[in-house]
Nanobody, 118 residues
């Protein structure tokens, strides 16, 4: 059984930085595709960023490109999301997700709240 546990959420001022982390267990992490999604109040969950297992190829949503950076440490089974130049519209619950093939993300964390406010 795969488990994903997010940490690092909290309150950040506009223009500030925050680093989210997700710890994975239960399956060969280095072969996974990991991603971050977010869901703001009253909105659907949306893709934020993803990173492949061994090659580390990244994809970003246009709304976060140039501000957020996704990275992973296969030795520690973790994936991070560095959030810089935070905006109020980044306020959401952030979810870590994982998959081991094509198609939909199979496993999800419980989410961590990020609030951007002064």
């Amino acid at each position: 059984q795969v488990q994903l546990v997010e940490s690092g959420g909290g309150l950040v001022q506009p223009g500030g930085s925050l680093r989210l982390s997700c710890a994975a267990s239960g399956r060969t992490f280095s072969r996974s595709i990991m991603a971050w999604f977010r869901q703001a109040p009253g909105k659907e969950r949306e893709f934020v960023a993803s990173i492949t297992g061994t090659t580390g190829v990244t994809i970003y949503a246009d709304s976060v490109k140039g501000r957020f950076t996704i990275s992973r440490d296969n030795a520690k089974n973790t994936v991070q999301l560095q959030m810089n130049s935070a905006k109020s519209e980044d306020t959401a619950v952030y979810y870590c997700a994982a998959k081991w093939g094509l198609g939909q993300y199979e496993y999800w964390g419980q989410g961590t709240q990020v609030t951007v406010s002064s």
